[in-house]
């Protein structure tokens, strides 16, 4: 069963960083995608970034316009675990950010910020931007 378990949010003032972290176990692919959804109070759940891997060393990276230049998502094969490097963060990135997941995905593209492109989803870290 696939599992997908945040961590690293919390509270920092605008100008600073955090990273948060996906441990994610019960799959075996080689290839898969990932990605980073967050939802504000009264909001929809909103695509971040996403990462597609057919396997290896090889990433293709999709950010949503908002965080271009601020945020890196990134994965490391030894700890099967999806990160997301926050830098610049403002009071509009306040939001609880979720970890979704699809195992064997066969292809990228910015269609990977869309949550109806994932099956199993972890159950989010609260992040807080203040001014």
């Known amino acids: 069963q696939v599992q997908l378990v945040e961590s690293g949010g919390g509270s920092v003032q605008a100008g600073g960083s955090l990273r948060l972290s996906c441990a994610a176990s019960g799959y075996t692919y080689r290839s898969f995608c990932m990605g980073w959804f967050r939802q504000a109070p009264g909001k929809e759940r909103e695509g971040v970034a996403a990462i597609y891997t057919p396997g290896g060393s090889t990433y293709y990276g999709y950010y949503a316009d908002s965080v271009q230049g601020r945020f890196t998502i990134s994965h490391d094969n030894s700890k099967n675990t999806l990160y997301l490097l926050m830098n610049s963060l403002k009071p509009e990135d306040t939001a609880m950010y979720y970890c979704?997941?699809?195992?064997?995905?066969?292809?990228?593209?910015?269609?990977?910020?869309?949550?109806?492109?994932?099956?199993?989803w972890g159950q989010g870290t609260q992040v807080t931007v203040s001014s």
């Open positions: 979704a997941a699809t195992p064997g995905c066969g292809s990228g593209s910015r269609s990977l910020l869309y949550q109806y492109e994932y099956p199993y």
